[in-house]
């Protein structure tokens, strides 16, 4: 069983940055940030697969950067330029190792109880 801690929340005007944070119990070869918004289905994010390349989808890609820390077990993401159409639990998830991070939900089997992003216009 892994534990997923994220952490970075907050309340921002629009065009302010966040950077988010999820910290592992342990090592594992994929991890992710999810996002759901009341009402809509959960969207990914971002991911990185251990020193692969990094997956994002696409209404974040100019505007999100996801990195990770190994020897911290730590996901990163940086968010600029946000938008209150940003505003969601963000959440983050972990898998076995893949040779590309996969965005859908089905992919990850350890998830974290989320960190609120709230945008404001």
């Known amino acids: 069983q892994v534990q997923l801690e994220e952490s970075g929340g907050d309340s921002v005007q629009a065009g302010g940055s966040l950077r988010l944070s999820c910290t592992a119990s342990?090592?594992?070869?994929?991890m992710a940030w999810f996002r759901q918004a009341p009402g809509k289905e959960r969207e990914g994010v971002a991911g990185?697969?251990?020193?692969?390349?990094?997956t994002y989808a696409d209404s974040v890609k100019d505007r999100f950067a996801a990195s990770r820390d190994y020897a911290a077990n730590t996901l990163y993401l940086q968010m600029n330029n946000l938008k209150p159409e940003d505003t969601a639990m963000y959440l983050c998830?972990?898998?076995?190792?893949?040779?590309?991070?996969?965005?859908?939900?089905?992919?990850?089997?350890?998830w974290g109880q989320g960190t609120q992003v709230t945008v404001s216009s």
């Open positions: 998830a972990s898998s076995g190792p893949s040779s590309r991070a996969s965005l859908q939900d089905s992919a990850y089997d350890s």
């Open positions: 342990r090592y594992r070869g994929c």
């Open positions: 990185i697969c251990s020193f692969g390349s990094i």
